[in-house]
């Protein structure tokens, strides 16, 4: 009778798969097309991936200056920094859309709260709350907000 695999036996066995294919089939490679020629194609990927990167970050900064038309609030929304006194747009511009939002609707008022860097079951590293507003008056930062140097 055939003895069972144990458990750690059965995960050393995934991981040499897992590592080891991936390592045999680029050594089968390197040996077909030749190891200078695979190094240059990894090459040409990784700086094709970095011009791509830098050009959507200028990209980016071209857009919030047209938008925006203040070097110093575009360089501060780049650095992904929230301050107080900064509208809803500049939020979304600087750190994107919320992980969640946590809503609240009275009568006169809706009071939202933003919520970014998840980190657990209802944890998060930043919650930026929109200043409470009428349903007619824009959404201000809450004065309560971390400023720049706090965050990040």
């Known amino acids: 009778m055939a003895k069972k695999m144990t458990k750690a036996e059965t995960q050393g066995i995934f991981w040499l798969v897992i590592i080891g294919l991936p390592i045999?089939?680029?050594?089968?490679?390197?040996?077909?097309?030749g190891w200078v020629s695979l190094i240059i194609a990894v090459a040409c990927v990784i700086a094709l991936a970095i011009w791509l990167y830098i050009s959507n970050i200028k990209k980016r900064r071209e857009m919030l200056l047209k938008k925006y038309h203040d070097p110093k609030l575009v360089?501060?929304?780049?650095?992904?920094?929230?301050?107080?006194?900064?509208?809803a747009e500049q939020v979304l511009d600087s750190l994107g859309k919320p992980h969640d939002v946590d809503q609240k609707l009275l009568k006169t008022k809706k009071k939202e709260v933003w919520k970014y860097h998840h980190q657990?079951?209802?944890?998060?590293g930043l919650r930026a709350p929109p200043q409470p507003t009428s349903t007619t008056a824009s959404s201000n930062v809450h004065q309560s907000c971390q400023s720049p140097a706090q965050h990040y």
Do not use: H
């Open 120 to 124: 657990g079951a209802n944890r998060y």
């Open 75 to 87: 360089e501060a929304l780049m650095a992904r920094r929230i301050w107080q006194g900064q509208t």
């Open 24 to 33: 045999y089939g680029i050594m089968k490679l390197g040996e077909s097309v």
